[in-house]
């Protein structure tokens, strides 16, 4: 049920992305199971929401919410194949430059209207128009053509082939009649929504939690969850003791929970583990307009210094593996000889001499031009693993010369108010991984400003023209080819330093059944899931 943004992750989302260029049919397998209507499960999450209207969010909290709420025409199905949601049908044609939809009648918005391809015309004005300031705009702007053709039909011309095409027809519909005579930008829409998915916003108590309902007018029938509730919990520990004590359903354990706190008899009997690879990465990253970041030897330097292998294993215990780039291991994107910085304590220091940094004052500091060579890594507090991550970091850079301070700042204001806005020396961070290898609106110069996707304003020439060149070549081979010089861009300059793919490792109640993992991890099939209604432990009231 996840949809197709880039998102900045607070915890690993437990789905994946997967492109698909061929026409299907929707079956007709998701039915309402009356008997097992019911019940209650509670999500333990460290981030909150910040906004539910998708395309004026990168942060995965808001996107996990959304997803309930809202409908796509397209969505992935387990073996990250395309497949119709919203729509009836589909079509490519014109070697891609043509994409025809037939939506579903009788999709309802939860106000009794009908959603229909006025609707959809709607969102993607809507996303192109420059008073949204949508960070997911760029992919719209590919259309040339949006045209209507019936009241549940409607066409997309592209001027060219473009790789995200039917990714981009992933995202969320939003309703015409309710938001088509308010700012965007500044609507009650954003903590008030009405959308034709398969849950509702009952109730939103702001830094506590957020509660929906099951939709009774889902196209698809209800789902037989009565009720899903997103706690926001500060920390994973205070997270871990939630869940052992019953009062969450599902969380994301940390390496150290996963292998050493959840052994005993009542998590074997209560809950059932899962591990996945995750489709995220992990990076250190540099602000570029930073004057000592702006020198590539400063930025490769740090990189040498960084031991990934003890990342893995000291923040990790072993649950990831060391990145390179930004794709995931094994997928056709992923350069087949690059490996992991590995660390050379002795070429750092060499390239931070060349660089104009040595210790004047024999305090053990790096100076420059009489400034020491301090700076501060922020992230999101709450989350153990990239604090711990920024304390390795920290002791291998003390043993160099520099000095690191570390520092946690809330989910949502570390995002709002000093991500999106630039002000940071270097963060820790990490990025959802979207089956097509297409990070254009992370890596593109045009998305390195205030709010854009490009959050620590990398700029470079040659990126730009293979992101331009790569997304709008259909031959597979020939886009492998740009991505791997790009990856080797990456490698040389270092704007980022990739630190680790981790496994995702997710805990759920056992009285939820249905539960299928698959390529897709296990939630892309959460309307499916039930309790039986001899374990079914909460009552639920509209």
Known sequence: ????????????????????LHPLALSDSHIEKTDDFGDRIIFGGIGEASNLISYLTTDSASHEVA??????????????????WAAEHFSIEDDGRLLRFTLRKGILWEDGRELTAEDVAFTYKLVIDPATASPYAEDFLRVREFRITGRYTFEVFYENFFSRAVASWMNPILPKHILERQNIRNTPFARQPVGAGPYRLKRWEPGSRIILSAS????????????????????????????????LDVMNLSPMQYLRETDGSLWREHYAKYRFLASAYVFLGFNMEHPFFKDIRVRKAISLTINRDDLVKGALLGQGVPAFGPFKPGSWAYHPSLAPVRQDITAARALLAQAGFKDENGDG????????????????????????TAEIIQNALADIGIDVRIRTVEWAAFIREFVHKGLYDAIILGWTIPQDPDIYSIWHSSG???????????????VDELLEKARVIPDQDARAGLYYRFQEILAEEQPY??????????????RFTGIKPALAGIMYNFEDWRVPREKQRYTVTP
């Open 497 to 510: 330093c990739f630190l680790f793919v981790p496994y995702a490792l997710p805990v759920v109640q056992r």
């Open 365 to 388: 500091i790096l100076e420059k031009d009489g400034n020491p060579f301090s700076f501060t890594i922020l992230t999101n507090q709450g989350n153990e693993q990239r604090i711990l």
């Open 216 to 247: 009774p007018t889902y196209f698809l029938g209800r789902p037989s969850i009565a009720e899903v509730v997103y706690r926001i919990i500060p920390d994973t520990a205070s997270m871990f003791m939630e869940t052992r004590a019953g009062r």
């Open 1 to 20: 049920m996840k949809n197709n943004f880039f998102t900045i992750s607070a915890v690993f989302l437990l789905a994946l992305f997967s492109p698909g």
């Open 448 to 462: 390195a400003r205030e709010g854009g996707l490009n959050v620590t304003r990398y700029t470079n020439r040659e």
């Open 67 to 84: 997803d309930m709420l809202f409908v796509a025409p397209l969505r992935y199905n387990g073996d990250l194949q395309v497949e119709p």
